[in-house]
């Protein structure tokens, strides 16, 4: 786990696609049918993958992993166009760099299936500087008919920011701050406010950590439009990927 906290070491890591794909169902919470997989990365010691990704992001190399993984789907898709659709996750480490919407449009132009069957998520686990570049990328994307997924939602100070300044289809709760609102009639309150602010964002919301059939209840009668966790189906390793 040393090597990959390294620049080099991630950087191999990830040309040698010496790592694991699992898809996790995102579950339509009204019939039940599995809207899209997202897909999770997962290197040797998943218990310290934060340790592994943080340094990625610090150092650059995390693009590298982003452009990896948005290719292996633009395969999968194209060779199941029918299929459900694959979220992958972009950091707010590589959407910073200005070199890099040119880096995700060249990819793009490999994709034959249908682009609303690739959703792109910005992860929140990166404080963007300046929110222009985010804003350019994703209003890109979103004008082409991919949708946009802000993730972890409520995690971090950085969500008012992104909320107020990107364009999204989908927000994705994070698990957490679900988890709390199950107890805490504040944080149900703000919660609720949040989902309505569905019509007026044009927004529809993705539960996350759904882990009890307790919380799949509780996030349903909220009005979640989707949900995910092993309450609703469990990760599973990705066999489509090519190496």
Same mark, same amino acid.
């Given at each position: 786990?040393?090597?990959?906290?390294?620049?080099?070491?991630?950087?191999?890591?990830?040309?040698?696609?010496?790592?694991?794909?699992?898809?996790?169902?995102?579950?339509?919470?009204?019939?039940?049918?599995?809207?899209?997989?997202?897909?999770?990365?997962?290197?040797?010691?998943?218990?310290?993958?934060?340790?592994?990704?943080?340094?990625?992001?610090?150092?650059?190399?995390?693009?590298?992993?982003?452009?990896?993984?948005?290719?292996?789907?633009?395969?999968?898709?194209?060779?199941?166009?029918?299929?459900?659709?694959?979220?992958?996750?972009?950091?707010?480490?590589?959407?910073?760099?200005?070199?890099?919407?040119?880096?995700?449009? $060249?990819? =793009?132009?490999?994709? &034959? /299936?249908?682009?609303?069957?690739? #959703?792109? @998520?910005?992860? %929140?686990?990166?404080?963007? *500087?300046?929110?222009?570049?985010?804003?350019?990328?994703?209003?890109?994307?979103?004008?082409?008919?991919?949708?946009?997924?802000?993730?972890?939602?409520?995690?971090?100070?950085?969500?008012?920011?992104?909320?107020?300044?990107?364009?999204?289809?989908?927000?994705?709760?994070?698990?957490?701050?679900?988890?709390?609102?199950?107890?805490?009639?504040?944080?149900?309150?703000?919660?609720? $406010?949040? =989902?309505?602010?569905? &019509? /007026?964002?044009?927004?529809?919301? #993705?539960? @996350?950590?759904? %882990?009890?059939?307790?919380? *799949?209840?509780?996030?349903?009668?909220?009005?979640?439009?989707?949900?995910?966790?092993?309450?609703?189906?469990?990760?599973?390793?990705?066999?489509?990927?090519?190496?």
């Amino acid at each position: 786990m040393t090597e990959l906290r390294t620049a080099k070491g991630f950087r191999d890591h990830v040309s040698e696609q010496r790592f694991s794909v699992l898809r996790q169902p995102i579950v339509d919470l009204k019939d039940g049918h599995i809207h899209h997989y997202e897909w999770l990365v997962r290197f040797d010691d998943d218990d310290h993958l934060e340790g592994v990704i943080r340094p990625a992001e610090i150092s650059g190399v995390i693009r590298d992993l982003d452009l990896s993984m948005l290719a292996q789907a633009i395969l999968v898709l194209n060779e199941n166009p029918l299929g459900a659709g694959i979220a992958i996750n972009l950091s707010g480490a590589s959407v910073d760099k200005k070199s890099f919407k040119g880096a995700v449009l $060249a990819c =793009l132009t490999a994709l &034959e /299936a249908s682009p609303t069957k690739l #959703i792109i @998520e910005l992860t %929140e686990s990166w404080n963007m *500087k300046s929110l222009e570049l985010a804003e350019s990328l994703l209003t890109e994307l979103k004008t082409r008919g991919h949708p946009v997924c802000l993730d972890d939602v409520g995690a971090g100070a950085a969500s008012i920011r992104y909320l107020r300044a990107l364009p999204a289809n989908w927000l994705k709760i994070d698990g957490g701050f679900v988890a709390a609102a199950l107890n805490s009639m504040r944080d149900r309150a703000i919660l609720s $406010a949040l =989902l309505s602010l569905r &019509e /007026a964002l044009d927004v529809r919301f #993705i539960a @996350e950590g759904v %882990e009890t059939e307790e919380l *799949k209840a509780f996030v349903t009668r909220l009005g979640f439009d989707a949900a995910q966790g092993y309450a609703i189906r469990k990760p599973e390793l990705e066999t489509r990927i090519t190496v």
